[in-house]
T-cell receptor, first 112, second 116 residues
């Protein structure tokens, strides 16, 4: 256990559903990240939060909506997704200004 | 823009043997970090080793070591005495130094299979 947990581990949703992914870190970090991992492609950084403020949004479609209510929790709200959004979604955290990121186990998302 | 290239999609090594995974990167920055991450079938991404670009000495962590060639922008990972538990996807990653946020740029990964 690395101290970063993600729920659920697996999620199947239809294109019209609304669901949320949850990430929680128990490491006292103050920066959190969402990454998308698709087969045969490099990990793509989606969002970065530092001290609960979104500091980076890498041209992610609006059907993905992040939320960081406090420094320990990060959510990714999903609505009207497309089949190409099926992927492994990884959460990570780090001490602000430090270089090491700690990853969660990921949520395997399948959009049908 | 920085890019990271891993030219070996898959590799195989016999248990107890040594294997080297290749990584090249492109950047105009002078100060940065380089990393190797391991992602076993359980999917948990784990940091294996890191290298600060300003350090000339190659980083070593037990059976894992790197060959960092800054001029050539090359950062290979050597795994000695390979073990079955080393079977995983290995990602090379780059990060600029001194940013307020730590944006990691990953390569596409090398799938390593350790054979008994």
């Amino acid at each position: 256990e690395t101290g970063v947990t993600q729920t659920p581990r697996h999620l199947v949703m239809g294109m019209t559903n609304k669901k949320s992914l949850k990430c929680e870190q128990h490491l006292g970090h103050n920066a959190m990240y969402w990454y998308k991992q698709s087969a045969k492609k490099p990990l793509e950084l989606m969002f970065v939060y530092s001290l609960e403020e979104r500091v980076e949004n890498n041209s992610v479609p609006s059907r993905f909506s992040p939320e960081c209510p406090n420094s320990s929790h990060l959510f990714l709200h999903l609505h009207t997704l497309q089949p190409e959004d099926s992927a492994l979604y990884l959460c990570a955290s780090s001490p602000r200004g430090d270089y090491e990121q700690y990853f969660g186990p990921g949520t395997r998302l399948t959009v049908t | 823009a920085q890019t990271v290239t891993q030219s070996q999609p898959e590799m195989s090594v016999q248990e107890a043997e040594t294997v080297t995974l290749s990584c090249t990167y492109d950047t105009s920055e002078n100060n940065y970090y380089l990393f190797w991450y391991k992602q076993p079938p359980s999917r948990q991404m784990i940091l294996v080793i890191r290298q600060e670009a300003y350090k000339q000495q190659n980083a070593t962590e037990n059976r894992f070591s790197v060959n960092f060639q800054k001029a050539a922008k090359s950062f290979s990972l050597k795994i000695s005495d390979s073990q079955l538990g080393d079977t995983a996807m290995y990602f090379c990653a780059f990060m600029n130094y001194g940013g307020a946020t730590n944006k990691l740029i990953f390569g596409t990964g090398t799938l390593l299979a350790v054979q008994p």
